[in-house]
C-alpha cells in the first residue's frame, strides 16, 4: 500500500466528525488553530436536495421506507449501522455487543433522539453514594459553566423543574405534550411517577440568524435541512467554517494510527483514503480523538510503538475496559379508548415531549442505579409495516377471529390507527473492568486495520433494573386503561433487558482519572501517557448515568479545547 | 381483465413487466419509465446501485404478477379514495421480493397452491376463476386467532397473511391509503397542542402549572435571550 504525506503540519488533527469532534472543530478553530478534521464517512449536509430525506412521504422509497438498507428505515441519517459491509467486529464467547457506527460528516448526531439531558451533581460521585463504580474527578461545579454555553450555543428546550440531580439550563419552552402522552402524565402521576417537559436540542425559538426554527415535522431523524435540530455539521462545523476558521475536512478517510516519534510525543494520523484506497499521514501538533467510544479506544490500541508496545495512552493496560451502555426496556400497549380517534396533525418534533426522570431512591430498591422513561406512540407517519396484522387488536374485544379481506380491513386499518403508546425505559448500568473491548489478534478489516473483538456481560444490578422498568410499565399502562401488546419477559429473558450496545451509548473505554495507574485520561481529556493527544468523544465517561451521554460529551469537549487553547498559548505543543 | 385478456397476459410473460403495466393497468409507458426513475430519496451512492440492482432483477413472472392484481384487489377492493393500483401495491410486493429474499419463495409457492388449488375445485386457474370461487378457497386461508401465532398454520394461511400484509402496507404508505387514513402530519405546520375539541372528547386539559412554560408560537421567531439566571426574557 502505497503512502502519501503531506508537508503541512496542522496545529490540532481531529478524528471524527460527532459531537465531540464538532464541538472540538469549531472551539479550537475559532481560537485561531489550524484544524484537519478526519472523517470516516462521506461529506454530508442535511439541506443538500441529493442526500435529504426530510418530508419525503413513504412512496418516495420503492420498499416504502423500511428497514433492509438503513436499520432504523429508509428516511433515518446515519450511513453505517450495526454491520457494515467490510468492516466486521468480534466477540468473545457468548458476548453479544452490538456497535452502531453512522460514517458520515456529523456521524450519529444526524440522526440521534436529541435528548439533551445534564449530568447532575450525583452523577459525577455515584461510588461515594453507593460504593459502585468510581467516582469522576470533576464535579458538577466544574461542567457547569459549559453545560450553559452549550445551551445557548446549540438550543435546547425544556422547562425549570429545580430538581437537584436534574440541573435545570437555559432553556427554550417546549411544546405542548401530544394526546397519548397526555395519557401517559395521568397514568404515571396515578403511580407517584415524575412527568415534566422533554428537553431536547431542537429550536422551538430562533435561537440565531444561521438556523431556522422547528416546524414541526417529526423528522429529526433525517436531520434537520433548516438546522433546526442539533447536528454537529449544520451546528457546529459549517458555522466554524463560515467565521473563517482554518478547517481541511478530510472525507472518507478511516484513520488507522496515530503516529508518535521516538520521544512518543504524537505526530500526526495515518489514515486510508477510501477513495483511492491509498495510506496518507497527517501531521498535527495535537491529536484529538473523537471518533466514538469504541472507535478511538481501537485507534489507540492499534497505535502501537516501542515507546508505546501497548497501544497509545495504554500503560495503565485500560484502554478498551469499563465499556458500558445504557440499559434499556420497553413496552407497548394498546389503548382501547383511541380507537376511531379523530385525525390531525400531531406530529410535533421528533421525539416525545414529555418525559419521566429517575424518581426513587435507591436505598429502597434492590437494585442500583435508576432510570429514566422515555414515551412514544399516536398518529405517526405510515411506512413498511403500517397495516400488518391490521385487525390483530381484535383480540382485546374478545374477538378470536382477525385476518379476512375486503373493505372491512379499511375500517379496522382507521379503527386502530394512532391507539397505540409505547414506554422506553433507559438506565445506568455500572461500568465493569470486565467489560471491554480489544483487538482481535485474528482479524482485520477491508483496509487491512486489525478489528475489536468485545466481551460484555451484564450483571445483576442491570437486571433487576429491567424488571423495575417492565413492573413500572406495567403498573402505568394499567392506571391508563391499555393493554400491553406483549407478554412480561421473564428471568429467561433478563426482563426484557437489551443487548449491550443496542442503546447506543457505549461509553467509558478510555476513562476519566487523576490516577495514571486506573485511568487512561486526565479531567481534560488529556492521555496520561501522551500530553499532545486527547480523546473528546464519550470515551471518558466512568459512569453512564441514566442520562443520554450528548450534552456532556459536548460540555466536555468545549472544556478540553479550552484547555488545548490554554496550553497552545503557554507554547506547551 | 377478462379471460382473453389474462391469455394475452401470458402470451406477452417474457417481454417483461412495463408491457403488462402497460397493457392490463393500462397506465402509459412513460408513466411507467417516469416511475422506475422517480425514487430520489436521499441516497448514498452505494444504495443508488443497490436499488438499481433490484430494478434491474425480474423476480415474478407477468403472470405470477396478474395474480397478486387479482388477489390485492380482492384485500382491497378500490373505493372513493383509490385503489390498488394507484396505490402500485403489486409493484411493492416484485420489489420487497428482492429487497427480503426470504419472501421470494414463500410469495411464489402460495401462488402455485392457489392455482392448483383453483383447478382442483373449479378447473381453472385462480384469475379465471369466477368471484365468488376465489372468495371460496380464499375464505378457508383468510382467518386466523390472533391469540395464535401465525407461524403455526398451514402454509396458505401463512402465505395469505403475507400477502395481506403487503397489500394493507402497499396501500396504507401510498398517496392515496395516506390521505384515506388521515395522517396529515409530514409538513411545515405550527403545533400547538391538542385540538380543544379532541381534549374535550377524552376529558381531559393542560396541566395549568404548564401552560405559561409552552412555547408561545406567536413569539417562536423572536430571538431567546436568557437573564443571567436562565429565565428566558424573550
Known sequence: MQIKQSSKEYDVIIVGSGAGGGMATKVLSEAGL?????????????????????????????????????????????????????????????????????????????????????????????????????????????????YDKVDKLIGVFGTKENMYNEPDGFFLPPPKPRLHELFYVNAARKSNVKVMPSRLSVLTKRLNNDRGVCFYCNGCARSCNVYADFSSGSCLIFPAQKSGGQIDLFVNSMVRTVTTNNEGKATGVSFIDKEDNTEYKLKGKVVVLAASACSSARILLNSKSKQHPNGLGNSSDLVGRYLHDSTGGDMMAFIPQLINRKTYNEDGVGGMHVYSPWWLDNKNLDFARGYHIEVWGGLGAPSYGTGFNVNSFNKFFGINKAGGYGNSLRDDMKKYYGSTIGLSGRGESIAQKTNYCEIDPNKVDKYGVPVLRFNYKWTDNEIKQAKHMQDTFEEIIHNMGAIPLWGKPGKEANYGLTKPGQIIHEVGTTRMGSNPKDSVVNEFEQLHDVSNVFVVDAGPFVSQADKNPTWTILALAMRSSEKIIEEFKKQNF | MNRRDSIKTLTFASIGAGLLLEGCYGISREKIKRSLTRYEYGRTPEEKLYDDKLFAEKYFTNYELFTFDKLCNLILPPNEFGNIRDAEVVQLIEFMAKDIPSYKEPLRE??????????????????????????????????????????DYPQPVQWFNLVRNLTMTGYFTSEVGIKELGYKGNSPNIWDGVPQDVLDQYNLEYDKNWLDKFIDQSKRNDIAQWDEKGNLIT
Open chain 1, 34 to 146: 489550524s484544524v484537519a478534521v478526519v472523517e470516516a464517512g462521506p461529506y454530508y449536509d442535511p439541506a443538500n436536495p441529493e442526500q435529504m430525506t426530510q418530508l419525503k412521504p413513504a412512496y418516495h422509497s420503492p420498499r416504502r421506507g423500511a428497514g433492509t438498507t438503513r436499520f432504523f428505515g429508509d428516511y433515518d441519517q446515519a450511513y453505517g449501522g450495526w454491520d457494515i459491509d467490510g468492516e466486521p467486529y468480534s466477540q468473545n464467547d457468548d458476548t453479544d455487543f452490538r456497535w452502531f457506527r453512522s460514517r458520515m460528516l456529523g456521524g450519529r448526531t444526524n440522526h440521534w433522539g436529541r435528548i439533551s439531558l445534564r449530568f447532575g451533581p450525583d452523577d459525577f460521585k455515584k461510588k461515594s453514594i453507593d460504593g459502585l463504580g468510581e467516582d469522576w474527578p470533576i464535579g458538577y461545579d466544574d461542567i457547569k459553566p459549559y
Open chain 2, 110 to 151: 402460495g401462488l402455485i397452491w392457489i392455482d392448483s388449488e383453483s383447478k382442483k375445485r373449479f378447473n381453472n386457474v385462480f384469475v379465471d376463476c369466477e368471484i365468488s370461487q376465489q372468495k371460496e378457497i380464499l375464505d378457508e386461508i383468510a382467518y386466523y386467532d390472533p391469540n395464535k401465532n401465525i407461524d
